[in-house]
């Protein structure tokens, strides 16, 4: 007795195994999308937390107008707000080293303009936050113009 092959060996196998490849590439862009909208959330996070500082310290200096320009970078001496302010940034964004002056949040207060019969004119406080992700080359920052006046 002779046997004659079958022409639909083996089809079902190759069908497996197109299956196994098609669902490998989906999971792989699947894990692709979650390490996007990781990295994502992260970038989110920290911006948000610079924006929350800065606004914290237009705030802050809202309320103590008296020692407006204590908290200007151009002052030498210490001032414990912007100090204590500075602390705070560096523990909540990544890559700020204040001792080694690396990324070092600025603040530059410049008088305003001044209008016919303004008796307290105001002043534009820029506030920049630049930080580094981990794992990133590229820095990012954060920059909030205000103006404060009595």
Do not use: C
Not at 57 to 64: C, F, N, V, W, Y
Not at 96 to 105: L, S
């Amino acid at each position: 007795m002779r046997r004659t092959a079958n022409p639909q060996q083996g089809v079902m196998l190759i069908e497996a195994m197109i299956g196994i490849l098609i669902f490998s590439i989906g999971i792989l862009a699947l894990i692709g999308m979650q390490a996007t909208a990781l990295k994502n959330t992260t970038d989110a996070r920290y911006r948000s937390e610079a924006g929350y500082l800065a606004n914290a310290l237009i705030g802050q200096i809202r309320l103590d107008m008296a020692n407006l320009a204590s908290y200007d970078d151009s002052v030498a001496s210490a001032y414990g707000p912007r100090t204590n302010w500075r602390a705070q940034v560096a523990a909540t964004l990544p890559g700020i080293d204040i001792a080694a002056n690396q990324r070092v949040p600025s603040i530059v207060i410049v008088a305003g303009p001044t209008f016919v019969g303004d008796t307290q004119p105001s002043s534009r406080v820029t506030v920049t936050l630049t930080w580094l992700q981990p794992g990133e080359t590229q820095q990012h920052q954060f920059q909030i113009v205000s103006h404060v006046s009595l």
